[in-house]
């Protein structure tokens, strides 16, 4: 339900920020799974599949950088100030 109604109340730059975050992550577990794939269709050259799988780390690390920019934008993910009747409820 928290992700129903943070994706409701969204604008959307915020909606479409969100997709791009999912976008760069499916392309980054894509070029993870064609690593994993060669890995497994040629296992006499492992020296290849390392390579192929050192050279997911920079989007890996591009997209994790992108992720936090992301929600550390995002006005769903920050904390409301407390009512006062909230406050008055607590000390009660």
Same mark, same amino acid.
């Given at each position: 339900?928290?992700?129903?109604?943070? &994706?409701?109340?969204?604008?959307?730059? $915020?909606?479409?920020? =969100?997709?791009?975050?999912?976008?760069?992550?499916?392309?980054?577990?894509?070029?993870?799974?064609?690593?994993?794939?060669?890995?497994?269709?040629?296992?006499?050259?492992?020296?290849?599949?390392?390579?192929?799988?050192?050279?997911? &780390?920079?989007?890996?690390?591009? &997209? $994790?950088?992108?992720?936090?920019? $992301?929600?550390?934008?995002?006005?769903?993910?920050?904390?409301?100030?407390?009512?006062? =009747?909230?406050?008055?409820?607590?000390?009660?």
């Amino acid at each position: 339900m928290l992700a129903l109604r943070l &994706t409701r109340a969204a604008h959307p730059a $915020v909606q479409l920020r =969100r997709l791009l975050v999912a976008a760069a992550s499916a392309g980054t577990g894509f070029l993870l799974l064609c690593a994993l794939g060669y890995a497994l269709g040629h296992p006499g050259s492992t020296g290849a599949a390392l390579l192929r799988l050192a050279w997911c &780390t920079a989007p890996l690390a591009a &997209t $994790v950088y992108f992720a936090i920019a $992301v929600a550390r934008t995002d006005p769903g993910t920050k904390p409301r100030p407390a009512s006062p =009747r909230s406050a008055s409820a607590r000390c009660a």
